[in-house]
């Protein structure tokens, strides 16, 4: 494939960036995450355990729903530190674009199974104004699933618009920061970051 001068101009710029340096500071470390995800996989899992929802009466395993593209390096290291047997899917909304503002909210790429009678876990990476995660739960549970229940890395309680259930929580975040890493972008970038920063004012906009 031939790429222009300019193409390779900004393809050799962007390999120079460390997105490091781009950080107010680091929020969430590496081993604070791996920390809270651990735990938080053992609590799920003893609760499911204890609820007798580790299968279904057809004996199928807690289905766990990513919501793309955020969690998916959540949902992963949560389902291999879970100690019951999962499955798991991917559903896609949008909402945010590559901007800040909350908008409407639709069904980009559905699930590829059907949910009813399953026990659902689904996770998210952020929840702040509530609008996305409402709009899956009442998608989801039209669907008629055993249970439903939703659990997400950070709670960023100080962005709430309107009121949402959340049974598991990673960290409840109370400051209004813009945080990147760990699956979180800003315009598609950061998300391979190990850790969870505060994203620089200068580069946002």
């Known amino acids: ?23 107010e500071r680091v929020l969430y470390s590496e081993d604070a995450i791996s920390e809270r ?10 609760d499911y355990r204890s609820r007798g929802h580790a299968a279904d009466r057809k ?3 807690l289905l766990i729903v990513g919501i793309l593209r ?16 999962v ?16 908008g409407a909210v639709r069904l980009v790429k559905d699930l590829e199974r059907p949910i009813e009678g399953r026990d659902v876990l689904v ?36 962005r709430r618009e309107i009121q949402t259930q959340v049974d598991y929580v990673g960290f409840a975040l109370a ?13 598609e970038l ?3 970051l190990p850790f969870i920063g505060v994203l620089k004012q200068e580069y946002i906009g």
């Open 1 to 23: 494939m031939a790429f222009s001068r300019v193409a390779l101009h900004k393809v050799g710029i962007m390999d120079q960036i460390d997105l490091r340096t781009r950080m």
């Open 37 to 46: 995800v651990r735990k938080l996989a053992e609590q799920i899992s003893d």
């Open 59 to 61: 004996g199928r395993p």
């Open 70 to 85: 955020g969690a998916l390096v959540f949902m992963a290291d949560l389902a291999r530190e879970m100690t019951i047997p």
């Open 87 to 102: 499955e798991y899917d991917l559903i896609s909304v949008s909402s945010y674009g590559n901007g800040t503002a909350p």
């Open 123 to 158: 996770v998210e990476d952020i929840i702040d104004t509530g609008y996305t995660i409402e709009y899956l739960r009442r998608n989801l549970e039209s669907r008629d699933p055993a249970s439903l229940r939703v659990c997400t890395l950070v709670d960023k309680a100080a």
């Open 175 to 187: 400051e209004d920061a813009f945080i990147v890493g760990y699956g979180m972008d800003y315009a």
């Open 190 to 192: 950061y998300r391979n």
